[in-house]
């Protein structure tokens, strides 16, 4: 690897893990945990989701995202439908729930919209059209390099 190569690695690496942690910053500034908070950004987009196609898309561990349904659905904010076609049951914000969602999402979303605008000024959406295609190719090597792999050797 390139000395370069190396450097834009670090430097994505770094603003990643600032990212996370502002959501998580966020998250605790609006009283919930950082996974609620996902959730909610996840299911706020109108449509119903299961549990399986979020924990996929988000990288949420299953369990996590069935304890936080839980609680959820137990508060009113959501509950689980049947989807014809799978057995999976389908995630649904309640009247409740999208008044919630509205209520702490609204200032992620002008924060969002704000940093998105002046990013924007400055770069191309070509930029996120890179991350997209990073995280794609990083998906694949990681696929083929680490989880695959017959050996369980980490030194290796």
């Known amino acids: ?22 959501y998580y910053m966020a998250a605790r500034r609006l009283k919930i945990k950082d996974n609620t908070l996902a959730l909610f950004y996840a299911l706020n987009d109108g449509k119903s989701h299961s549990q399986k196609e979020i924990c996929e898309e988000w990288l949420i561990p ?7 349904v839980k609680e959820c659905t ?47 000024e400055e770069f191309s959406p070509k930029l996120i059209d890179g991350l997209e295609a990073f995280t794609r190719h990083l998906k694949e090597e990681f696929q083929k390099k680490i989880f695959d792999r017959e050996d369980k050797d980490p030194a290796r």
């Open 74 to 120: 137990a508060s009113g904010f959501m509950v689980l439908e049947n989807h014809p076609h799978t057995k999976e049951k389908r995630i649904v914000l309640t009247e409740k729930g999208r008044r919630y969602a509205d209520q702490i999402l609204k200032s992620v979303y002008q924060a969002e919209e704000n940093a998105m605008e002046q990013t924007l």
């Open 1 to 22: 690897m390139t000395d370069e190569n190396r450097s834009y690695i670090d430097r994505l690496n770094l603003c990643m893990n600032q990212i996370d942690g502002l």
């Open 62 to 68: 299953r369990t996590t995202i069935n304890t936080i």
